[in-house]
């Protein structure tokens, strides 16, 4: 186990962990940061966000550090400069779109701290606007970008119904070239690199900065 004086660095989730279930950071939570940075123990988030929604609370508590983003597939500097990727297979990506387009599914892809949509509507507004993501960028056909921009992720927005039977079919696409996941939210999917995680973001870092995984807990709802 370890100990309080034995902390180096604390790796810290924000949506359900660093902020509350309103989306919002509780004056407790944020004088325990506080406390941490004070006792010179480096603050590191590990979100599914993008570093462009993740930078206000980075900001307002003074993190002097690296961040893990986009569900461990970015690992930027303290100044944003990109460190470490992961990024999914074109071809993949490329099978995928057809298929969402085919059957009228939204998707939305991640590139660094871009958001990219084929059109803006109310279905891709509301499950990035509210979580403090900034607003997509509407360019037309997304299979334009595949190849040209790094893809670090796809979000695919539909009914829940439609998304459960969706999951099975993208699973036998995607096979071992690509990873599926819904944190919690039945309205949403999830396409990603094969063994993305925050966890696994984190090792990289670690051996950058010479700490052992010993003197480094990390919290998350999940």
Same mark, same amino acid.
């Given at each position: 186990?370890?100990?309080?004086?034995?902390?180096?660095?604390?790796?810290?989730?924000?949506?359900? +962990?660093?902020?509350?279930? @309103?989306?919002?950071? +509780?004056?407790?939570?944020?004088?325990?940061?506080?406390?941490?940075?004070?006792?010179?123990? %480096?603050?590191? =988030?590990? +979100?599914?966000?993008? *570093?462009?929604?993740? =930078?206000?609370?980075?900001?307002?508590?003074?993190?002097?550090?690296?961040?893990?983003?986009?569900?461990?597939?970015?690992?930027?500097?303290? %100044?944003?400069?990109? =460190?470490? @990727? @992961?990024?999914?297979?074109?071809?993949?990506?490329?099978?995928?779109?057809?298929?969402?387009?085919?059957?009228?599914f %939204?998707?939305?892809?991640?590139?660094?701290? *871009?958001?990219?949509?084929?059109?803006?509507?109310p #279905?891709?507004?509301? &499950?990035?606007?509210?979580?403090?993501?900034?607003?997509? #960028?509407?360019?037309?056909?997304? %299979?334009?970008?595949?190849?040209?921009?790094?893809?670090?992720?796809? =979000?695919?927005?539909?009914?829940?119904?439609?998304?459960?039977?969706?999951?099975?079919?993208?699973?036998? &696409?995607?096979?071992?070239?690509? *990873?599926?996941?819904?944190?919690?939210?039945?309205?949403?999917?999830?396409?990603?690199?094969?063994?993305?995680? #925050?966890?696994?973001?984190?090792?990289?870092?670690?051996?950058?900065?010479?700490?052992?995984?010993?003197?480094?807990?990390?919290?998350?709802d999940?």
């Open positions: 186990m370890t100990s309080t004086s034995s902390i180096r660095l604390i790796a810290i989730d924000i949506d359900g +962990t660093l902020l509350n279930p @309103q989306s919002e950071l +509780t004056p407790r939570v944020e004088q325990a940061i506080r406390g941490a940075l004070a006792q010179d123990i %480096q603050i590191v =988030l590990a +979100t599914g966000k993008s *570093r462009s929604a993740a =930078l206000p609370f980075i900001e307002k508590l003074g993190i002097p550090s690296a961040g893990i983003f986009l569900q461990g597939l970015v690992l930027n500097d303290a %100044q944003g400069k990109l =460190l470490h @990727q @992961q990024t999914l297979d074109a071809n993949l990506l490329l099978r995928v779109l057809t298929i969402l387009e085919d059957r009228g %939204q998707a939305i892809l991640y590139s660094g701290t *871009r958001i990219l949509v084929r059109r803006r509507s #279905e891709t507004d509301a &499950v990035l606007i509210p979580f403090h993501e900034p607003a997509p #960028e509407a360019v037309g056909p997304l %299979q334009n970008f595949v190849g040209t921009v790094p893809i670090h992720k796809l =979000l695919i927005v539909g009914e829940p119904q439609a998304i459960t039977a969706l999951r099975w079919q993208l699973g036998h &696409v995607a096979g071992t070239a690509g *990873r599926l996941m819904q944190a919690g939210w039945p309205n949403m999917l999830e396409l990603l690199p094969p063994g993305a995680s #925050e966890g696994a973001m984190l090792a990289p870092l670690l051996a950058d900065l010479q700490i052992p995984p010993t003197a480094v807990p990390a919290v998350g999940a």
